[in-house]
């Protein structure tokens, strides 16, 4: 189940965080240059410390549903990292937004508990001959 939780402690984590990564061509590159995203972060950056709170599997899912929101996004630079499937997150604005409010907006929360309560409880009873013993 995801919890808003851990989707607001996966924004929180790469809120304000940057990842570094080289530019260039063919033709550049003993003119390779440096590149700078902010509000991003490479996966081991994002999980690692995460793992100390949640299990793998509860990562992947919030990470999953951030993405369907459009929260966060993955970015990849160069073929060859799009070959390889090297990439990082990043936030978009919806997700800064939310990451700098701590919270999602009313419309989103609700996503987040709609699963049935296993505690609930139904009780019902027939009004026939046959349940006349089962009363309390």
């Known amino acids: 189940m995801v919890s808003e939780r851990i989707c607001l402690d996966i924004l929180l984590a790469i809120q304000g965080r940057s990842v570094t990564f080289s530019v260039s061509s063919k033709d550049e590159k003993a003119h390779e240059r440096k590149s700078t995203d902010q509000n991003s972060l490479t996966i081991a950056g994002l999980y690692r410390p995460l793992l100390a709170q949640y ?53 989103e929360r609700v996503l987040f508990y709609q699963e049935e309560d296993p505690y609930a409880v139904f009780i019902g009873q027939q009004f026939n001959a046959d349940d006349l013993v089962l009363q309390w």
Do not use: C
């Open 55 to 107: 299990n793998l599997e509860e990562i992947d899912a919030a990470v999953r549903w951030l993405e369907l929101g459009e929260y966060v996004h993955k970015v990849f630079h160069g073929m060859l990292s799009v070959v390889s499937g090297q990439y990082y997150y990043q936030l978009t604005p919806r997700g800064i937004e939310a990451a700098n409010a701590r919270r999602f907006p009313d419309a």
